[in-house]
């Protein structure tokens, strides 16, 4: 049996429009990868079930808003940096909803793996 390597996963702190059923809201991606994300809980964002979809817009540099389809995979949390002039390196968990990105044409993935490698870079 084989197994398929992890994708790359970025800590990043981008804002991103979220649609379910029940509301459209923003909220911030604290991780991304080719093959999900991991979304912070905000108000009408808050109340979702493992196996819910949606779709997540980020706008991405040079180019329209990438949008992608997700399944919720998992509810949890992740580590979040707090920016304090005062201190370095302080974090706090963060609640929210590990995405998992639904049939992405060909074309928006390579938008997507390229704002990825932007943010290895950096």
């Not at 964002?45 to 329209?64: C, K, M, N, S, Y």
């Not at 949890?76 to 998992?100: C, F, I, M, Q, W």
């Amino acid at each position: 049996m084989t197994t398929q390597p992890r994708p790359v996963r970025y800590r990043c702190e981008l804002y991103a429009r979220i649609d379910v059923p029940t509301a459209s809201v923003k909220a911030r991606v604290l991780e991304v990868s080719e093959t999900g994300a991991f979304v912070e809980e905000a108000p009408g964002f808050d109340d979702q079930q493992v196996g819910d979809e949606g779709a997540l817009t980020l706008a991405l540099p040079g180019g329209a808003p990438w949008t992608g389809g997700f399944r919720i995979s998992r509810h949890g949390s992740t580590l979040k940096e707090l920016r304090n002039p005062r201190a370095d390196h302080v974090t706090v968990a963060a609640h929210g909803y590990g995405v998992e990105f639904l049939a992405i044409d060909d074309d928006e993935l390579e938008r997507l793996r390229d704002f990825l490698e932007l943010l290895e870079v950096r």
